[in-house]
């Protein structure tokens, strides 16, 4: 694990007062791109064919900034002001965390020592008013933009982008594995038959911020991604694979041209001159799980409130391929809900909940920010047993959510929807199955070195007689397995059966009738000693 935190000044005295790139208004850049100077001039892309529209509403301008510098054509995308911090950690060794009720028990001790349980007293009516009526003078106009005497252009980042307002950080996980406990209401169905976990496992986990904070402007510019991401159930015995997003067996994995369609930045690794392991060197990989990026702006103040308020997500998926059903959905409810009753105990977990008869108090109106959002998703899978299974084709989705309310828009080609057919066509398989399908002589060596048969027995419903003999009851444990296997392995049992009995006849149609009658004689004679 290596983690490394430094101020850049250190750097920047390293070069020549000749090769440090300081522009018209003082402010010094260094070679590495970002999207300061395009998000603080609030101007269109060049070459955009919607430039029509306002900046804000505009994805084809978004989706210039989060592509790869090298399509960036502007100069001051490939340079970014000096940060005044710069943090970087990087994690190359498996991370294992465990969830279960003894840790939050503890976890939930821990909060009841810092966390005060006096309710603070209620404010007054006319000091709700006024604030509602303050919120409602800043809902008038959201995206009101407030004149600044700040000038500079195209060559020049702005004056207030000093260092100390300047953070870079990323993170680098090469695998991360989280196990949950099926908590259920009642500590004592925890474990024994019925203990159960969730597991999910990431791989290749990338996170980079680069942060402006200061009176004109606030930006966060996040990118997160995951190589592969894997949630497995396990009950008992029994592995159930709940998501699967990255590597899916079965689909098509779409690539162009052997080059990856994301970009996974590592600004903050490369100030620092911190070396990554090749794990997460993802552009000659073209599956991934999960890329995401976040760009949030807020403008400069207007007294103590801030009005110009827009964001933009971009949201990729690789192929995935979900499995869930109704038990699972509880497990997860009732987890959720022992959670909350053991961190915040029944008094403050009731106190959540909406009580009926009283009328809850008028909510805040606050200046709503205009968001963007896209979604890409390679395809894949998705039921819920028994009764919906939907194909999902390689697909584009574009919402956007304002003071005008939400819209969606998409167009899907080749979507598949089945209903009420799932039960039929994909049992759910039992717990004897991995059994059932290894041959008849090794289940039964497995089979004779077991101490004890009557639970199989029980769950087979075979009555046996007192007094029975290990073996026969081993050999009908074995037979009542064979009929649990699936229908295509005893397919392939019947036909290689029906072969080997053509290929015997075969042979015994070449021999010539002394063969033939020394053969029936030897059978015969073998039959009499069998029956003596």
Known sequence: MLIEQRTTIAASDKLAASERNVDSNGIESIPFSSNFHWIARKCHRSGCPTSHAPLEECAWCWNACIEKPTSSTATNDTVMPLPGSVFSL??????EISVDRNHLEAVGYLLSMFISTSKKPNQSKDANTQTIQNNASEEEDPHHTTSSDESFDSDSFPSYMQPDAIYISDIHILKLTIRI???RPR???DFGLRFGFWELNATSICCEDQHVDSDELQLHDATFHIGSLQCLEYKGTCEHSIVTVGHVTGLPAKSSSGQNDVYVPSTASQI???????????GTDPSYALHARLIYRVGPKDGKQRKEQNGFVSLK?????VDMD???IGGITSAVNETKLILLGEKDAAATKPKKGKIAPPKKLKAKPLWLLQVATKGGNLSYQPLVKVKLPASRYQAKKGTDGFSLNTFLNGLGVEY??????TPTP???APISILPESIRLHILLYLDDLTPIEKALKIKRKKKTSAFLRSHAVNKKLSKLQPAFNRKIAVEEETHRRNDLLSRLQSLDVESLEALLAIHDSFSKETKG
């Open 90 to 95: 990087s994690i190359t060794d498996p991370i």
């Open 181 to 183: 406990h099926a908590l």
């Open 187 to 189: 500590p004592e169905g």
């Open 272 to 282: 620092l001159e911190i070396p990554l392991s090749s794990a997460f060197d993802v």
């Open 317 to 321: 998926t690789g192929t995935f391929d």
């Open 326 to 328: 109704h038990s699972l």
């Open 420 to 425: 009420g057919q799932s039960l039929l066509e």
């Open 430 to 432: 039992t717990s004897l």
